[in-house]
C-alpha cells in the first residue's frame, strides 16, 4: 500500500479548562468541612456562654448575701465619706484578752466585731463551707464561712478563693469551737463570718511562701548538708529569702525579731537615761576615718573626697570636751571589710555611749556590765512572748546570765592562758580569731557558769590610736617597739562572740599627737579631718571611756540566730545592696 504522504487528519480538541488565577482557587472540602465545624462549636460556645450569665445573673440576683462581700475599691480612689454608723475596730490580741472566759457564749449569738487581718490561708470544704485563717502581726484565729439562710453558697465560694496574703476586712461573730483551734495562736476562739471585703488582693503566685520564711535556716558551714527538711520539703536559702525580704519578713518570728531589736534599743537608752545621758546624733560623712586603717568607705564629696563613719568615736569625745559629760548615740556604722561570714556587715546599727570618769577607767566598765545585765533581763521578762516565739524555730540554750557584780571580768592574759592550756596555740599579743573567741566563751562558760563576760587590758598595737596605753607600758615605754604592752581597753562577749569593743581615750592632746604618729597605722594629727579632733583636747578635758554594741550582734546571739543578716532588715554585706 502507498505511503499516505498528505497532510494529517485534524482531531478534535480537549476541552480544558482554564487556569485559575491567583486567589480565585475556591476553598477545599476539607478546608469547608473544618469551617462548618468550628462555626458550629463557636454557636455551641456563645450559647454556653449566655447560659451561664443568664444563671449567673439570676444566681446574683437571688445571692441574699451580695451586698456582704466583694472587692472593694482602691483605698484613695474615691473621696472619703465617713460613714454614719462606724464601728471601733478591734485588734486580735484585745479579743483573746477580753474572752479568756467563753464559758457565757451560747451557741446562738456571739459578741459581734469588725477587724482587719490578712489572709494566711483559705481551705474550701465543699461547696457550704470555708476555712480561713487570719492574721493579725503575731496573732492568728480561725474562722468559718458556712452557707445559711442569711449566707449565700457565692459568699462561700468568693471566701475559698481569696489569695494568700491578701489584706481583708472582716465582720463576723466570736464563738467558742468545740475543740482547741491548735493551728493557730489564739486557740479557745473561732470566729463566724458573716461579712467580708478584699481590701488589698495578693497575686496569686507569689516569689515564696510566707511558711518558707518560717521555717530555719541551716548554720554557717551546714548550707550543703540541709537542702531539704526531713518530710523532703526543701529549703528556700537565706538569700532567696533576702531577695524577696517584703515576703520573707512578714513571718511572725521575724516580727518577733525586730520588736526585740526595738526592744535592745529601749532598754539601752532607758538605763543610760536614768544615769543621766543624753543622746546626741553625730556626722556619717567625715573628713578622716575615724578609726584609721584601711576598712572604710571613701565616698566623692563635691570636689574632695569623704569618709563614712566606722564608728561616731570622734564626735563622742568631742562631745565630753565640750562639757557633755555622759553622752549615747544609735546611729549607723559602716565597716568596709570584705567579710562574708555569718557575723559580719558592712552596715549595721552601733550603740554608743562615752563617759567622763572621776579616777578609773573601770567605773565606765562596771557601768557596760550593769546595761548589758540590764538589756538581757529586760529581754527576759518583757519580751519573753518575741524570744520564745524565735528560739521555737532556732533552738538554742537559754542565756546564761552571772549575778550582778560577779562578770567575769579576765585580763587578756588569763584569756590566752586559757586558750593555751585547751591547746590553742596562740602568742601573747595575737588578736582573737573567730574561732578562738568562740573556744574561749565555751571555756568561760564552763568554769563560770555565763554566757556574758568582759577580756579587759588589751595589747596596744591591736587597738586604734586614741586608746589610752596602760600605766605599765607608759613606765616601760620602749621608743624602738612604741606599741608594745597593753591597754586600758576591753571587749564584752556574748555566746563567746564580741558584741562591744571600749577604751580608755587619750584626753591629752600632746600625748595624743604622739600616739598618732606612732601607733600602727600611724595617721597625720595635722590632716584636715583630724585637726579639730585633736584640738577639742587643748581646752581642759576629762578622762574618759566608752564603747560602742553592735545592735544586731546582741539581737543574733540572744535569740541563738544562725546569721547576723536574720537581724537586720535590709542587710548591707560585700556581695549585697539590694533591695
Known sequence: MAENTGPPAEL???????????????????????????????????????????????????????????DLPMLGSQPFLPPKNKVPRVRLSEIAEEYKDTSSMTEEGGPQIVFRGVVENARAQGAKLTFITFRQDADTIQAVVAESETLSRQMVKFAGKIPTESIVLVHALVKKPKDLVKSTTVQHLELHVKRLFV????????????????????????????????????????????????????????????TI???????????????????VNSPCLLGAPSEGGASVFEVKYFNTKAFLAQSPQLYKQMLIAARFEKVMEVGPIFRSENSNTARHLTEFTGLDMEMAFEEDYHEVVSLLEELILSICEGLRTRYKRETDLVRSIYHVEEFKLPEAGKVPRLPFSEGIAMLREDGVE????????????????????????????????????????????????????????PNSGLSNSYDFFMRGQEIMSGAQRIHDATFLEKRMK??????????????????????????????????????????????????????????????
Not at 23 to 39: I, R, V
Not at 269 to 279: T, V
Not at 528 to 550: E, K, Q, T
Open 12 to 70: 478534535p480538541e480537549r476541552t480544558k479548562e482554564a487556569p485559575a488565577e491567583d486567589g480565585d482557587k475556591g476553598p477545599s472540602k476539607s478546608a469547608l468541612k473544618k469551617a462548618a465545624k468550628d462555626k458550629e462549636k463557636a454557636e455551641k460556645a456563645a450559647k454556653r456562654q449566655a447560659a451561664e450569665d443568664a444563671q449567673k445573673q439570676a444566681s446574683e440576683a437571688n445571692d441574699v448575701s451580695k451586698e456582704d462581700y466583694g
Open 199 to 258: 481590701v488589698a488582693k495578693a497575686d496569686q503566685q507569689l516569689p515564696m511562701q510566707v511558711a518558707d520564711a518560717e521555717r530555719p535556716i541551716p548554720g554557717e558551714g551546714e548550707e550543703e548538708k540541709a537542702t531539704e527538711e526531713e518530710g523532703g520539703r526543701p529549703i528556700v536559702t537565706l538569700n532567696t529569702r533576702l531577695n524577696n525580704r517584703v515576703i520573707d519578713l512578714r513571718g511572725k518570728h521575724n516580727q518577733a525579731i525586730f
Open 261 to 279: 531589736k526595738d526592744g535592745v534599743i529601749n532598754l539601752f537608752q532607758e538605763f543610760l537615761r536614768a544615769r543621766g545621758f543624753i543622746g
Open 426 to 481: 596562740i602568742g601573747d599579743f595575737d588578736d582573737l580569731s573567730t574561732p578562738d573567741e568562740k573556744r574561749l566563751g565555751a571555756l568561760v562558760l564552763k568554769k563560770y557558769g555565763t554566757d556574758f563576760y568582759v577580756l579587759d587590758q588589751y595589747p596596744l598595737n591591736i587597738r586604734p590610736f586614741y586608746t589610752m596605753p596602760s600605766a605599765e607600758t607608759q613606765a616601760n615605754y620602749d621608743p624602738k617597739n
Open 518 to 579: 606612732e601607733c600602727v597605722t600611724p595617721v597625720d594629727p595635722q590632716s584636715d579631718g583630724l585637726r579639730d579632733y585633736v584640738n577639742a583636747f587643748r581646752y581642759g578635758c576629762p578622762p574618759h571611756a566608752g564603747g560602742g554594741i553592735g545592735l544586731e550582734r546582741i539581737v543574733m546571739l540572744w535569740l541563738g540566730l544562725p546569721n547576723v543578716r536574720l537581724a537586720s532588715l535590709f542587710p548591707r554585706d560585700p556581695g549585697r545592696l539590694v533591695p
